[in-house]
């Protein structure tokens, strides 16, 4: 399905993990290219069962091992956003865009975070069609048309 957004959650260093298992995550990352992929390193939490089991990785280990996860995670996550440029985009505007004044942010269809120039009281809750001149790794920039 070319313009499926499909995402996945990822915690890395789960008590017992290995190297080998840590590398068949980022293969799957790699292969599957997910559209957005939330990580966090695992850490113990009080009367959870894992929190007590053998294997606990050091934190450096889970500090590295989110690291490279996370490196990886942008770098495909930009190459998912070059799929927008110069297409145009139906966007939902939410809000207004704090750090830069008279411009607007919405996602589209697939939840991609999209920024372009619009008042936001005019725009609020509006599907907007927008023509994606920029992309990033987390977000996308636009003119509306």
């Given at each position: 399905i070319p313009d499926a957004a499909i995402s996945a959650d990822l915690i890395v260093g789960f008590p017992g993990e290995t190297e080998?298992?840590?590398?068949?995550?980022?293969?799957?990352?790699?292969?599957?290219?997910?559209?957005?992929?939330?990580?966090?390193?695992?850490?113990?939490?009080?009367?959870?069962?894992?929190?007590?089991?053998?294997?606990?990785?050091?934190?450096?280990?889970?500090?590295?091992?989110?690291?490279?996860?996370?490196?990886?995670?942008?770098?495909?996550?930009?190459?998912?956003s070059g799929r927008y440029q110069g297409r145009i985009e139906e966007v939902l505007v939410e809000e207004a865009n704090a750090r830069y004044p008279g411009q607007v942010l919405g996602r589209t269809r697939t939840n991609r975070l999209v920024f372009f120039q619009g008042e936001i009281e005019a725009l609020r809750g509006k599907l907007v069609p927008v023509l994606i001149r920029e992309s990033r790794a987390f977000s996308l920039s636009g003119t509306p048309v």
């Open positions: 080998a298992q840590f590398e068949n995550s980022l293969r799957l990352i790699e292969d599957l290219e997910f559209d957005a992929v939330n990580t966090a390193a695992y850490s113990p939490r009080p009367g959870t069962p894992a929190a007590h089991w053998p294997g606990q990785l050091d934190d450096d280990v889970k500090q590295d091992r989110l690291q490279r996860v996370n490196r990886l995670v942008s770098k495909k996550a930009l190459d998912r």
